[in-house]
């Protein structure tokens, strides 16, 4: 079977480089906060180009997060609206709720998935005060347009870069350097991933980042003293040793997807599979490789049958999600398409070029008659 994610084959070859990690941590016995978390901290700030990185439980902390720095600092307001596309994953959606900020839901570009620029303008209102840019599936967003229409509209932007580790514009700007604010996970099954639960924040903000460093440490910067009505949610001691052992391999990690992308975006040839639009700049690290079919549940059933495990990200939109039963009416025709036609192939830095041929010929095989 060729597994859609082998984590396990991933993280093999740093399990001595863990060891020494959490021998390291009990010997230094200092749980929370200590000197993995600052050194991945300014590692990772180092790797995005950014001034701060806050080190917090998981991405969707790092986003509500932000939200709550930002209505500390009087920028955002409860109730405000914030743009975001109708299909990302649903966390980016409830981070927004969580802040008692209102999701504004804009459809997706159907070549690339991502928030289309040109939507969001008619849905901006008097209450618009922020754009939540999502780099699905680890290919960035449209930045340049959607920070001059956030320029020009007085609105913040964040990015939701928890798809999108390293991901470039230009030349070198990296992911999580390319707004006010980004959010990462570092959830075991991301492009960096760790061992458990865990997330960041990048900004060159630093009224911002200050706030966040206490918000995230229940409001206090100093132990019993309380600024804010903080939050619970650290980056944890080990997650972070464990982040510090992968972080130098991004990089090579990200390109082995990108040989794998290259290979299957030139060889699939079937009239039946639409492969994703890319334009083979350095502003896709391939999270995943989403294709596209009339008849998906069939092509998945294929797959399986030759032993190939493919995912649906997602299989359902998040305005049709029971959790959001008051948005179940409203049509978002382009993300209800999506949902129901995309697939996403198996892509890792560990599968082998003999899995990536065998992936190709079975589905080049792929006929509808079949059923
Ligand atoms: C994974 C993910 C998140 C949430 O990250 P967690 O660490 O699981 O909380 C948010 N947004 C997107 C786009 C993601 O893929």
């Known amino acids: 079977m060729i597994s859609f994610l082998d984590l396990k084959k991933i993280n093999a070859p740093y399990e001595n480089l863990f060891q020494e990690k959490l021998k390291l941590v009990l010997d230094n016995s200092w749980y929370i906060l200590g000197n993995e978390v600052k050194t991945f901290e300014s590692s990772f700030a180092d790797y995005c180009g950014t001034k701060f990185c806050i080190g917090v439980g998981n991405g969707f902390d790092a986003l509500v997060l932000i939200f709550k720095g930002y209505i500390e600092l009087g920028k955002l307001q409860k109730g405000d609206e914030v743009i975001v596309p109708s299909n990302t994953y649903i966390a980016s959606i409830l981070a927004v709720l969580q802040a008692d900020l209102v999701p504004v839901l ?5 070549e690339t998935y991502n928030i289309n620029p040109d939507l969001i303008l ?7 005060k922020a754009v939540l840019a999502v780099h699905l599936y680890g290919q960035l967003a449209e930045m340049k347009k959607i920070n001059e229409i956030a ?3 007085d609105l913040l932007v964040i990015e939701d870069a928890a798809q999108a580790h390293g991901a470039n514009l230009d030349e070198n700007k990296k992911s999580g350097n390319l707004s006010n604010a980004a959010a990462f996970s570092f959830y075991p099954g991301k492009n960096l991933g760790a061992l458990g639960d865990g997330g960041a924040i990048t900004t060159n903000d630093s009224e911002l980042a200050k706030v ?15 600024e804010y009505i903080g939050v619970n949610s650290r980056l944890d001691e080990l997650q972070a040793a464990f982040l510090n052992v992968k972080l130098p391999n991004l990089d090579q990690d990200n390109n082995n997807r990108i040989v794998i992308a290259k290979r299957y975006l030139s060889e699939i040839k079937n009239d039946k599979i639409i492969l994703p639009f890319w334009d083979f700049s350095n502003n896709h690290v391939f999270h995943l490789f989403v294709i596209r079919t009339e008849n ?9 049958e030759n032993r190939i495990q493919t995912v649906i990200h997602y299989p359902v939109a998040p305005h049709k999600q029971k959790a ?3 948005r ?7 993300t209800e398409k999506i949902h129901n036609e995309i697939l996403s192939l198996p892509i890792s830095p560990v599968m082998s070029m003999e899995e990536v041929d065998f992936v190709i010929e079975i589905l080049n ?3 509808i008659e079949f059923y």
């Open 106 to 110: 804009v459809e997706p570009n159907l």
């Open 365 to 367: 095989k792929y006929r």
């Open 212 to 226: 966040l460093f206490s918000l995230r440490n229940y409001g206090s910067e100093k132990k019993y003293y309380n």
């Open 324 to 326: 959001f039963s008051n």
């Open 296 to 304: 998906r549940d069939q092509l998945q059933q294929y797959l399986l």
């Open 328 to 334: 179940n009416n409203l049509s978002y025709p382009i």
């Open 151 to 153: 320029n020009q509209n």
């Open 122 to 128: 008619e849905k901006i209102t008097f209450k618009t």
